[in-house]
């Protein structure tokens, strides 16, 4: 059976279907991933979320700051490699448009 996630369609072995229910741990350490890259851009002012910025993203806040570097840490090449899930279901806002630029 094929459940529909945030993070799109993922196969899982339901204990309704003779399974244990459980999911394989890379689909759940990448939605963990993408959640804590989620909470990258959502949490601004949080000390980890400075921290990392300050050091991979150059104090960027958009979408397009998950970008690679020379000597990144696991946890940063992992938030990379899954944030192409956060660029597939992000939106913008335009609002009034005032600070909208084309």
């Known amino acids: 059976m094929y459940t529909q996630y945030f993070l799109g369609t993922v196969s899982s072995n339901l204990s ?38 300050a050091k991979y993203c150059n ?14 840490s696991n946890a940063w090449r992992g938030i990379l490699k899954n944030a192409k899930f956060l660029k597939k279901g992000m939106r913008t806002k335009i609002g009034n448009g005032c600070k909208t630029l084309f």
Do not use: C, I
């Not at 104090?59 to 990144?72: E, I, L, S, T």
């Open 16 to 53: 309704g279907e003779g399974g244990l229910g459980f999911r394989t741990m890379r689909e759940t350490n990448a939605a963990f991933l993408a959640k804590l890259g989620l909470h990258l851009m959502m949490e601004k002012d949080k000390l980890w979320s400075q921290v990392l910025r």
């Open 59 to 72: 104090g960027r806040g958009d979408v397009d700051m998950f970008q690679p570097k020379k000597d990144a």
